[in-house]
């Protein structure tokens, strides 16, 4: 038996010392392969609680989940009150100063800095996000869908307030996985430049990153509804397919992609002027502009000879983002794809990439008519504006992100969802 030297010994004690105590001041090094409870105890101090001293700790998330009557009428009727609105704004400012400091930022914002299991280190993600106003709902979007093994590219329009860019670009700085597109651009609502903006970042994804496996485009008023394991698990659950909405075009929306419409006094409007048919007899299927897709698929939109002449024939129809994404869906020879018979149409309800209340389709609880219940929040272009009242309706559907949410209008319905999509993540989402 080989005897150590007294000075090795002392050596080996201090090594042993230094090491307990890294492990202690840095819980995020532990081993990332599986769960344990140890696992587990180390990140509890990620979790949102009432001692981080944000203004919406006084609500009851678990009862206002469940539906209970009184702490959704208390939730109200905080928000409406004009000094709970002051405190939970935050400025932009604030997060170009805050980001002076990336470690103690990410820090203090809790953002979770290691993969929380091997099933998510081996499956990453892309995400695609454009933006153009609010902030603090990018920040905390970002923050709710953050994982380290993913990668994010983000879009602000070129149209925004300096402030806005000046935020968000400080945000990206502070992550080696969060990049601004390469090439921004003006969007303008209902135009063409919706999609290219996607697009953009999609090119930057693709050639940036070999590694992921599936790609989300999001808006910044957008949030999940699933943690990044249940992610993972629905998106290895499609077996290479893609998941978006794409079905046969209502008659009130064809003259989006029959007649030519131009740009005119900074809005796009529709003319007489008749459109050529489309490329290669495509059929124009409709859809809407968010989409959960394959590597294959992203490889198509940038690769595939046909896709430039549909994306030429495309720059003159009305919100093309409603069906360029669906049309490819259904082309021969894409990843993924489906065929184009009607037995294939798909709706927005039964694919996962968003769930919207559409005002349209509204209506009070047990109606047959209606097809999800009455919005709780307030409607924007038709669509639900979520308030605190839809969580416990939202949180029970299958779709991976819902659309829209406004912290500015209802920050408690933000609030609750991120602690409890937190706490889920946390606790391994099984």
């Not at 065929?339 to 209506?363: C, F, M, Q, S």
């Not at 009070?364 to 919005?375: A, D, R, W």
Request: charged content about 25%; some cysteine.
């Amino acid at each position: 038996m080989r005897l150590v030297h007294r000075g090795q010994l002392q050596l080996l004690l201090t090594l042993s010392v230094v090491l307990v105590s890294l492990w202690m001041l840095y819980p995020l090094s532990c081993p990332r392969r599986g769960w344990s409870p140890t696992y587990s105890l180390s990140n509890s101090w990620l979790e949102y609680t009432d001692d981080d001293g944000v203004p919406e700790k006084v609500c009851n998330c678990s009862a206002i989940l469940q539906g209970e009557r009184e702490a959704l009428d208390q939730a109200k009727s905080l928000i409406i009150t004009e000094d709970f609105q002051k405190s939970v704004r935050i400025p932009d400012e604030y997060y170009i100063n805050a980001t002076q400091d990336c470690s103690e930022f990410r820090l203090r914002r809790k953002y979770l800095m290691s993969p929380l299991s091997q099933e998510e280190e081996d499956f990453p993600l892309a995400y695609s996000i454009v933006v153009h106003q609010k902030v603090q709902n990018f920040e905390r979007l970002l923050r709710a869908i953050y994982a380290p093994q993913n990668i994010y590219c983000v879009h602000v329009d070129k149209k925004s307030d300096v402030s806005v860019f000046a935020a968000i670009q400080a945000i990206t700085s502070c992550f080696p996985n969060v990049f601004m597109v390469s090439k921004p651009l003006s969007v303008v609502y209902g135009h063409w430049s919706r999609v290219q903006a996607d697009i953009n970042c999609m090119a930057d994804l693709y050639n940036i990153s070999t590694e992921w496996k599936y790609l989300m485009n999001l808006c910044g008023q957008d949030f999940p509804l699933k943690t990044n394991l249940e992610i993972v698990r629905m998106l290895r659950s499609l077996r290479g397919g893609n998941s978006m909405q794409s079905e046969q075009t209502p008659d009130d929306k064809k003259s989006r992609v029959t007649n030519v419409h131009e740009i005119i006094d900074g809005k796009i409007q529709e003319t007489s002027k008749k459109k050529r048919p489309p490329p290669f007899n495509l059929p124009i299927l409709a859809g809407n502009a968010y989409i959960v897709v394959s590597r294959g698929y992203i490889r198509s939109v940038l690769e595939d000879n046909r896709i430039p002449a549909l994306i030429e024939w495309s720059k003159d129809t009305y919100a093309a983002e409603e069906f360029f994404w669906a049309t490819i869906q259904r082309m021969p020879g894409v990843p993924g794809s489906t065929w184009p018979n009607r037995k294939y149409d798909v709706t927005d309800l039964n694919a996962i990439a968003r769930l919207v209340k559409w005002e349209a389709h509204e209506g009070p609880q047990g109606s047959l008519q209606s097809v999800y219940t009455e919005c709780h929040g307030h409607h924007v272009r038709g669509i639900c504006v979520y308030g605190a009242g839809d969580l416990q309706w939202m949180v029970e559907q299958h779709h991976l992100f819902a659309n829209k949410f406004d912290i500015d209008r209802d920050p408690i319905a933000v609030y609750c969802l991120e602690k409890y999509l937190r706490h889920k993540a946390l606790a391994g989402a099984d």
